[in-house]
């Protein structure tokens, strides 16, 4: 399945809310589609890409580690279905806001939280959505920095 399909279909997941455990599973779904965009971006992306989209795996990847693994069938990985990323400024753009949106979801469970674990888990998760947005925002800004240098200035209209 295509990099947008999946970030729409987590991004409804998450949108969907539920309880605790689901808002969470929503959140470890989210960074390890993060993850597996940026290992795709880093192996067949652009060039100027690949060192960032390295560092979005390493952080989305820690994104998942603070977070418990959900107990889901390898059917039900998000990250799993993924066989092309598509037009990867539509698929980063999409991404953003994803991890956009799972910042603000962890907020309010981190807000509501319980238990001092569940609070903590979240703040930590809050950290790595945010970094991992910030390296989604830099290989969007690499990407509009290599389309204007292709097409290169303006020329300026001579008055007549």
């Known amino acids: 399945m295509d990099a947008v399909r999946l970030i729409v279909t987590s991004r409804r997941a998450l949108t969907a809310g539920g309880d605790v455990r689901q808002i969470l599973t929503e959140v470890w779904q989210a960074q390890a589609l993060a993850q597996a965009i940026g290992s795709r971006l880093a192996v ?30 390898p059917s039900e ?3 799993a279905q993924l066989t092309e990323l598509g037009d990867a400024r539509q698929a980063l753009m ?25 609070y903590w888990q979240c703040m930590e998760a809050i950290d790595a959505a945010d970094e991992s947005r910030d390296r989604v925002l830099e290989m969007l800004r ?17 008055a007549g």
């Open 44 to 73: 067949t992306g652009p060039p100027e890409l690949r060192g960032e989209a390295l560092g979005l795996t390493e952080l989305a990847g820690r994104g998942c580690g603070v977070l418990s693994r959900p107990d889901l069938a």
């Open 77 to 79: 990985l998000r990250a």
């Open 94 to 118: 999409r991404l953003a806001t994803l991890l956009a949106e799972t910042g603000m979801a962890l907020v309010a469970l981190a807000s509501a939280a319980a238990d001092e674990g569940t």
């Open 142 to 158: 690499r990407l509009a920095d290599r389309d204007k240098a292709m097409t290169g200035p303006v020329p300026e209209c001579e």
